[in-house]
C-alpha cells in the first residue's frame, strides 16, 4: 500500500499528516526535553477517533499506520532517532 507522509512546523511544534489513498490523517507533534512527541488516539480511543474524523478507512489499524509515520519521519527528519509507540504518543528519542 502506497502511503505519504508530510511533517510541517510551526513554533515549538507543527502538524505530521498521513495520506493514503483512502484519505488522511493528522497528527500533532512538539519537542519534548530528548526528542519529539506526536501524539496519538489511545488504542481505546483509536476508532472513535477515526470516524469522528472522516477517516473510517484507519479504523482497526493503529499500530501499522503509526508504524509507517514513524518510519517516514526518521527518513525525512530523525534519521538518527530512536522510536518508541506508546499508547498516547510515538516518540522520536534524539
Request: proline share 2%; glycine share 8%; net charge negative.
Amino acid at each position: 500500500m502506497t502511503c505519504k507522509v508530510e511533517i510541517g512546523q510551526s513554533g515549538r511544534g507543527g502538524t505530521i499528516i498521513y495520506f493514503e489513498a483512502a484519505g488522511s490523517l493528522s497528527f500533532d507533534w512538539e519537542f519534548a526535553t530528548n526528542g519529539v512527541d506526536m501524539f496519538v488516539a489511545t488504542p481505546e480511543q483509536w476508532d472513535a477517533n477515526c470516524r469522528s474524523r472522516n477517516a473510517s478507512w484507519a479504523e482497526g489499524r493503529p499500530q501499522e499506520i503509526l508504524e509507517r509515520v514513524a518510519e517516514e519521519v526518521c527518513k525525512q527528519k530523525a534519521t538518527s532517532s530512536v522510536v518508541t509507540i506508546d499508547d498516547n504518543w510515538v516518540h522520536f528519542a534524539f
